[in-house]
């Protein structure tokens, strides 16, 4: 399976757009940039499309027409950037690599996609996408894929984490949550199964404290939820643990990332990494 980090950013992405702080000024006189959320699986599945989803095809050459199925964990504007899909088809796409996509998403994450398509969705463009609503705890597949879906802590309605499957190798996506519900963990401690090839957390506050009630996870939460882990033998010393979605308020530079590698034994992701599992 190959994994590509598109977007490594929290919501107001780095360099936050409307911020002068000294992390912000810094990165933006570098070019040292992280954009918003998404990651691609095999060039057909996306984990969420996020506002930069049109730089993500710009910048890493990534054919946004390939994704068949779209997983949104949630309905925050940088996961879920609607208004893009008025352009799927009619003359403003040509040749497209998948003529269809499924959408998977929350209640919520589907008003959203009505909201932000009502007025300038055309029937053609509308005919080839569909959209099925998904909540917490449910088994989906599609294609020779396969899906568990979770509940995330986290400041949205049934916001949704995923466990995914393809040719026997599983991938565990927890983004946008504090600490793992304990339902989650029992949930997955009762579907077993192998190993996780690859983990990926949420790393908003880095080396910042977190309460237990958090809605985002720093390292030591990190560090406590790949132990909860591998205690029900869900993760061993061969998964990739991969962080991402790094707020320009934990400063995460170069250097304090790499320290973060070597404390931790995880992989701290940028905008365009790709892993091969
Ligand atoms: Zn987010
Ligand atoms: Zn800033
Ligand atoms: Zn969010």
């Given amino acids: 399976m190959r994994i590509q980090y598109l977007g490594t ?11 002068n702080c000294s992390f912000c000024r810094k990165a933006r006189s570098e070019g040292e940039v992280r954009t918003r959320a998404q990651i691609l699986l095999d060039g057909e599945l996306s984990i969420d499309f996020p506002p930069d989803a049109f730089f993500h095809a710009v910048k890493f050459g990534a054919d946004l027409s390939a994704i068949r199925y779209l997983l949104v964990t949630h309905a925050h504007m940088d996961h879920f950037y609607a208004h893009d899909f008025v352009l799927r088809g009619y003359k403003y796409a040509r040749d497209m690599t998948a003529p269809s996509l499924t959408v998977y998403g929350n209640a919520e994450t589907h008003e959203v996609f009505r909201e932000s398509t009502v007025r300038e ?5 509308e005919a080839g996408i569909r959209f099925v609503e998904v909540s917490p705890f449910e088994e ?5 894929w396969r899906v568990w879906t979770l509940r995330a802590r986290h ?10 499957e393809r040719g026997g190798k599983r991938v565990l996506h927890l983004c946008d949550t504090g600490a793992l519900t304990q339902e989650s963990e029992a949930y997955l401690a009762e579907l077993g199964g192998p190993p996780y090839k690859l983990v990926t ?12 009630s958090s809605r985002h996870m720093g390292l030591d939460e990190n560090a406590r939820t790949l132990e909860k882990l591998a205690r029900i033998g869900l993760v061993n010393g061969r998964t990739k643990k991969v962080i991402t979605h790094f707020s320009h308020n934990a ?24 892993l091969e599992i």
């Fill in 155 to 164: 400041s949205s309605r049934d916001p949704l984490l995923f466990l995914i």
């Fill in 9 to 19: 950013g929290a919501a107001e992405g780095i360099p936050a757009a409307f911020c």
């Fill in 201 to 212: 957390l949420d790393c908003t506050f880095l080396y910042g404290k977190t309460e237990p």
């Fill in 121 to 125: 969705m055309k029937e053609d463009v």
């Fill in 140 to 144: 989906i597949s599609f294609g020779d």
């Fill in 251 to 274: 400063s995460p530079s170069r250097e304090l990332l790499s320290q973060a590698e070597r404390e931790y034994g995880v992989i701290a992701a940028y905008d365009g990494m790709q």
